[in-house]
């Protein structure tokens, strides 16, 4: 067997090596979560004190229910639109056109999310941001959505939609363009149209592509974007999106307890490994490929 | 290939799309625009500026001419070419050989390596026991250290995994009939067809190695390394008064306020979407390259 | 971990051996702050420089500079610290606490006791604070946020300088009635803040009553937070708001923003946090409308009082500590202590002579370029410069900041109730919010209360009282 597997073990030697290094060397250095952490040694055990002390605050069920409902709005509202951006894109004759959509569109991934907040706070002011503008022209009373319980968990979603549509889009083209041409040519000669050549050529061959990124973004589901929230969040709205990474990281602001960030990092991974293997099995039964 | 006349509803059809595509573009490029005009004017006029306006109030190059001259600038555009090319090299590298292996059906312990990379996304020590493990080894205030930072990404690599899986069998037992080892059967068979992912995958490193500033401002005490997003950070802090300062000490300037530090920030953003607004139409290339075209005319 | 042991023994040794009268040899002193960095030429001559001093008066130092980048200083810091890797002097911004707890921190106050200019150069919040929390030192004037407004725009409204609430309110209403940017439009607003409303409690806090953080309530202490003098001091912000005269968008206002609406024309007044601030408002308010200049009002009187609100002195937030760790505290402290004596004071306050000032017979002036110079040590309380560049304004905050000043009784909580004041923070400043916006009427000024007891304002209360009745 290794006569036969030796190369491909060889192959993939750096990175493994790597992996080991580089993410489960520091994991092991992790142990802090366990411990409080002195700097004139020895370490001194205490044990599931952070644990303790993170479940039992009332705030951390509220913040848990937000990063699983804002996630959950992510996955439902922004995931599938770099899909349905590439599947357009895809249609659009190959040329300087296309080429300048897709050089244009992926610009806003760039702008850190400091940024980006500064242009949806402007863009959303109820005195004088454009999205007010077009409601008192179509005869609507302005709305401060920043402000809004109701809305903010929206504003994330479009914004993070807006930053990463464009970008992620490049992704599924790359999916679409390695699918068999040979695939497209008969579904010509069979007449048919642009939508039942998507539906039955394209969508099923970047199937695997979107299973996996599915996958992994349920791993990803408690961890919704700490930049983002942190500066869209202002005192109005914090309740409605404070999530557990926004939520430790202000507890750890005050007190110096790096470790309790630990422990909810810890609750957080065991968490989504169970996640990214229920969507694995998910995703297997609906259509026969997981993640490995 | 000639194409079949369009019916009016197909027309119609196109003309939903491309507007639509029109509209994101629009939104997407917008406030760049409005970036680059704040970046361009001059620096009295710059208060009150809108954020929808495209056209600088007067013009300047002053932000430009202060962050290009300034050496710590170009040092950092040095030190961020270096990391980011030897990076990203080495992570595409890394990454493809790696995802081949996983790729292959039979490969034993293909499951527990796959559970162990996965273990890697959901669980993130920080970067206190990061910082740790680099001081450790030796690599702290090196480029390395910095290299070494997610050089695997595990997203990207399972994503590769996937489009390694579904390169045909037939076409890489042809080129084992023909005598090829396996890395040749990767090297010669492998790569080339797999060139629209492999490009995606270069970007995205690129693009994440060019951007990071953290780990360099953790693990880089020296100033002389450090890559460009640090010290344009470095130069305007946030919130702080010695933002202006910062801004006088980097150039002849007297007189803390003859740069805007909205300007200058602007200025910062558009230095650094540069680089990747060059190299990125190069990257698209390969997108029609590898297997043939795959853009259904329409 | 051996390494570790070798470096106790090793400090030990050393600490005996700092108790002997200076070497001959220089002591290698590593200094970290988030103001010097080894690419600036300018910090490294001033080093050189103190080195030099510090030689000339016996003391042979060799001061090395840790570099540690400004952005993300306290994650670096917090990381080095954590691996071992003590500099012997320094400043901390954030995330000494911990430290500090584990001991690694030396207490200053004997040392300052035995000092021979550190221990008068101190303000009196220093002192208060150093008594809590003796481990930080940082001797700079207090910050506390006071009104500025455009000179030009002031003196159109013809009203008199501020006195009292209704004085503020008047001439708010003047500023956004008239259209002094002369856009066409009535759309100035009077005054705005940055994200929370603690700006304006800066002014408005004392005249309402809201004089400490913990307030003698009929049963004992209550927070400020629910106290009826609270009460009464949204009410107010709330009518401002109402009349147009406070933004109600302050909540998503960030500073920068905050400042392009001052700058453009958009609101009247905004509150500067310190002298220097006042001076960067100045300068870029000049460059955007040359000619103008700026002015700046007295806190109000109000039904309860008069004055700035009270200062903190838990803690220092930020400042300089010397490792107990240290083999060279006596030199680190040398170094600090020479900071505070007169020759000190010119070199870190006004720069180098020849290119932040300059002596012609006999008196000194300054150049422009001293508007760029920042002190990297401390400003001491008990020596002024020879000649005075702060503007009108500028003199008049840090004027007002003594004579307002007045000790919090805040203190620094154990760490189990973190939770209970992030939680009873977030309440707090959600309602008033509501409040001021007016979604809430402040009909409702209990079910907040009640809602702040429940988030854990009672347990915080409970041990405030504790705490509180022993020290008083």
């Known amino acids: 067997m290794w006569r036969q597997w030796w190369p491909y073990y060889a192959m993939m030697a750096p990175g493994l090596i790597f992996f080991a290094v580089f993410h489960y060397l520091p994991i092991w250095e992790a142990k802090i979560a366990f411990q409080q952490v002195r700097i004139i040694p020895p370490n001194i055990w205490v044990g599931w004190k952070h644990f303790e002390t993170l479940f039992a605050s009332s705030v951390f069920w509220q913040v848990l229910a937000n990063t699983m409902i804002i996630s959950a709005m992510k996955i439902a509202f922004v995931f599938p639109v770099p899909i349905i951006v590439a599947l357009l894109l895809n249609e659009v004759r190959s040329g300087p056109f296309r080429k300048s959509i897709q050089s244009a569109i992926y610009l806003p991934h760039f702008l850190s999310w400091v940024v980006i907040a500064g242009i949806f706070i402007a863009a959303l002011s109820p005195s004088d941001g454009v999205v007010n503008e077009v409601r008192g022209y179509l005869g609507l009373e302005p709305r401060s959505y920043m402000t809004d319980q109701g809305a903010i968990r929206w504003v994330l979603v479009f914004s993070e939609i807006w930053r990463s549509a464009g970008w992620d889009s490049l992704l599924y083209l790359a999916a679409i363009l390695a699918i068999d041409p040979q695939l497209y040519d008969a579904a010509e000669m069979d007449g048919a149209t642009r939508w039942q050549k998507m539906r039955h050529v394209t969508l099923p061959g970047i199937t695997p592509t979107i299973a996996t990124l599915f996958i992994l973004n349920a791993g990803m589901f408690l961890s919704a974007d700490l930049n983002q929230v942190i500066n869209l969040s202002n005192d109005a709205v914090r309740s409605q999106i404070d999530i557990i990474d926004t939520y430790v990281y202000r507890i750890g602001l005050q007190t110096g307890e790096f470790s309790l960030a630990t422990s909810a990092g810890l609750f957080k991974g065991i968490l989504g490994m169970l996640l990214i293997v229920a969507a694995h099995k998910l995703s297997k039964r609906l259509t026969g490929k997981g993640v490995w | 290939m000639r194409l079949p006349g369009l019916t009016p509803f197909e027309r119609i059809e196109s003309a939903i799309i491309v507007s639509t595509l029109l509209l994101l573009t629009i939104v997407c490029v917008q406030p760049i625009l409005n970036l680059l005009a704040v970046s361009l004017s001059e620096p009295a006029r710059v208060p009150g500026m809108s954020g929808l306006t495209v056209v600088p109030r007067g013009f300047s190059t002053d932000v430009y001419t202060l962050l290009v001259t300034n050496p710590a600038v170009q040092r950092g ?16 590298i890394v990454t493809a050989l790696m995802a081949w292996g996983l790729s292959r059906p039979g490969l034993p312990y293909r499951r527990a390596i796959f559970v162990l990379v996965l273990v890697t996304i959901v669980f993130e020590p920080g970067m206190i026991p990061d910082y740790f493990v680099n001081r450790r080894l030796g690599l702290l205030n090196t480029y390395w250290s910095v290299i070494f930072f997610k050089l695997v990404n595990a997203w990207y690599l399972i994503i590769l995994v996937r489009f390694f899986e579904e390169i045909p069998k037939e076409l890489l037992e042809a080129a084992e009939i023909d005598g090829a080892n396996p890395f040749q059967v990767f090297w010669m068979v492998v790569l080339p067809l797999a060139r629209p992912a492999l490009a995606t995958i270069t970007l995205f490193y690129l693009v994440f190695r060019w951007n990071e500033f953290f780990r360099a401002m953790l693990y880089l005490s020296d100033q002389s390394l450090w890559p460009l997003q640090l010290v344009l950070r470095q130069f305007v802090i946030e919130g702080d008064k010695l933002a202006m300062v910062g801004v006088a000490d980097m150039n002849a300037y007297t007189g803390a306020s003859a740069i805007d530090i909205r300007a200058l920030k602007a200025g910062m953003i558009m230095l650094t979407i540069a680089p990747i607004l060059i190299i990125y139409p190069l990257i698209l290339k390969y997108f029609t390259k590898g297997t043939m075209s795959g853009a259904v005319k329409g | ?170 001439l708010l209403t003047a500023v956004a009635q008239g259209d002094y940017d ?103 308010m000049r460059q955007v409308h040359p000619g103008v200049e700026l002015v700046l009002f007295d806190p109000p009187q109000g039904p309860a009082g008069r004055g700035l609100a009270a200062v903190d002195v838990s803690k220092e937030s930020r400042g300089f500590a010397i490792s107990a760790l240290s083999g060279n505290k006596e030199a680190a402290f040398a170094v600090l202590d020479f900071m505070a004596s007169p020759e000190g004071q010119v070199m870190d306050r006004m720069g180098f002579e020849g290119e932040e000032y300059v002596t012609k017979d006999g008196k000194v002036e300054v150049t422009d370029k001293i508007a760029t110079w920042y002190a990297r040590f401390m400003v001491a309380a008990n020596w002024t410069t020879p000649v005075q560049w702060l503007s009108p304004p500028a003199q008049q905050h840090l004027a007002n900041v003594s004579a307002f000043y007045v000790a919090d009784n805040a203190f620094v909580w154990p760490p189990e109730y973190a939770a209970d004041l992030d939680a009873t923070t977030n309440v707090y400043r959600e309602w008033v919010f509501k409040f001021v916006s007016g979604e809430a009427g402040m009909d409702q000024w209990d079910a907040y209360v009640a809602a702040w007891n429940a988030a854990g304002g009672e347990r915080l209360t409970a041990h405030a009282r504790e705490v509180l009745d022993a020290t008083n």
Do not use: C
């Not at chain 3, 408005?204 to 004089?211: I, L, P, Y």
């Not at chain 3, 049963?219 to 912000?237: C, H, L, M, T």
């Open chain 3, 1 to 170: 971990m051996f390494g570790r042991r070798i470096l106790m023994a090793g400090a030990a040794v050393l600490s005996l051996a700092a108790g002997l009268p200076a070497l001959a040899e220089p002591v290698k002193l590593r200094l970290v702050s988030k103001d010097l960095s080894l690419s600036n030429p300018q910090d490294v001559a001033h080093v050189d420089r103190i080195e030099a001093a510090l030689a000339a008066r016996g003391t042979e130092v060799e001061i090395e500079i840790v570099d540690v980048a400004s952005s993300g200083y306290a994650d670096k810091l917090t990381a080095m610290i954590l691996a071992g890797d003590i500099p012997d002097l320094i400043y901390f911004q954030g995330g000494d606490a911990k430290i500090a707890e584990q001991g690694v921190l030396e207490d200053l106050r004997p040392w300052i006791e035995k000092s021979e200019f550190l221990k008068d150069a101190l303000h009196p919040h220093n002192r208060d604070r150093l008594e809590n929390y003796p481990y930080l030192l940082y001797v700079f004037p207090v910050r506390n946020p006071q009104p500025v407004m455009r000179k030009d725009w002031f003196e159109r409204t013809g009203l008199p300088a501020p006195q009292t609430l209704d004085d503020y309110v008047a």
């Open chain 2, 77 to 92: 555009l040095v030190n961020s070419a270096i990391i980011t090319i030897v990076g990203t090299v080495l992570s595409v």
């Open chain 3, 182 to 284: 002369g856009n066409g439009k009535a759309d100035t607003l009077g005054l705005t803040a940055a994200e929370t409303t603690a700006e304006l409690d800066a002014i408005f806090n004392r005249a309402f009553g809201v004089d400490a953080s913990w307030l003698k309530g009929p049963e004992g202490f209550i927070n400020a937070r629910v106290s009826p003098q609270e009460r009464d001091k949204i009410a107010f912000y709330a009518m401002l708001r109402e009349k147009g005269l406070l933004d109600v968008e302050y909540i998503t206002t960030k500073w920068d923003v905050k400042e392009d609406k001052f700058y453009s024309g958009r609101v009247g007044m905004i509150l500067g946090s310190s002298a220097e601030v006042v001076d960067i408002y100045g300068g870029k």
